[in-house]
């Protein structure tokens, strides 16, 4: 091993995920070793779950997952004394591959966001969150089958990038002043309080994510990706996110894509089956058309803030958080997380739904290479659902649905997984 750990076991069995530098991909063994941040609150439920699962999917087709405990959050505070310790960072960026439950900052612990930092550390620059209904679970629309969404949410800028300066202190009235001096923009803001914030969207940042969202869309034989800004206001920041992602389809994937006034212009609508179409939509009529049109869209490429919002509104559609998968990729390296949160007052009681953290590991699996066992989880957990064994939160959904544990959902689950394999 490259690097000495301190207080992480690493398994005796099993071999590491590599890139391989001369072929440009991952070299993923049939035994890897994965590391695994259970996660705080649910977490301690949630993670012993998903990996039973996925230890079932890598078995039934002929793998075998070594799990590799590592910590963050309060797990790591109990271990380590600190939230984020070099140990978990090292593991992950050793490993290629992991995944982690949700996990909570504490009021004072030095980050935004432990989430966050973990994405910004291990330069985890594409949010990825697949939106697709399972028959069973229940949905405030009338036709949630319609959602087949993978938005890819820009990680490193935007908001998440962004610099505030607080009312009433000096250094706001700095800026304000820059602002109606240098830029000559005196009467744009208003007198009394102001707070002001910038935020930066990059070239560099916006290609690289739009890469991955293209890359993805033809590994997945999807149609089309969807560039997602608010350019017609914000024409420097938004507006470029859209041009450069535009630059980037046709200076590296020309042959293979095709404008949306090409796809009229010079193919009457019908769309050839070797084209991939690259479009764009304003982001507040984007949130209506995910409702109105819901078939229109497939892979979406988007800043933070928007992303954000957007992700979780097209997750509404197929039945909420709960249910909602989601995974970081950087430049071969994916850690999957779930979309919720940690829910504290539910840890320990072994009752909350486990299914996005495992829908989440389906991701994991499929980055790897690993699809057919991608596939037995997603439809194994369909089957449970489907055949009315949830957990509470969707029970008391569902007319003649049996209520399970988290682990006896995640025991049903395992069983489908060897009746389908």
Known sequence: MSYEYDKVEVPEEGAKITYNEE??????PDNP??????????????????????????????????????????SARETYDENLPDDTVEAIKEFNIAIKGP???PVGAGFRSLNVELRKTLDLYANVRPTYHLDGVPSPVKNPGAMDMVTFRENTEDVYAGIEWEAGTDEVQEVKEFIENEMDATGVIHDGPVGIGIKPITEFGTKRLVREAIEYALENDRDSVTLVHKGNIMKFTEGAFRDWGYELAEEEFGDVTITEDDLWDEYDGEQPDDKLVVKDRIADNMLQQILTRTDQYDVVATMNLNGDYMSDAAGAQIGGLGIAPGANFGDHRCLAEPVHGSAPKYAGEDKVNPTAMILSGRLMLEYMGWKDAGALVRDAVEETI???????????QIEGGEKLATSEYADAIVENIHDLA
């Open 23 to 28: 072929t440009d991909e991952l070299e993923v």
């Open 33 to 74: 070793i994965i590391p695994i941040i259970h996660g705080d609150g649910i977490g301690t439920d949630v993670g012993p779950a998903a990996q039973k699962v996925l230890e079932a999917a890598a078995e039934a087709t002929g793998r075998e997952i070594n799990w590799m405990r590592v910590y963050a959050g309060s």
């Open 103 to 105: 996990l909570t900052t």
């Open 386 to 396: 489907s055949s009315g064994k949830v957990t509470y939160d969707l029970e008391r």
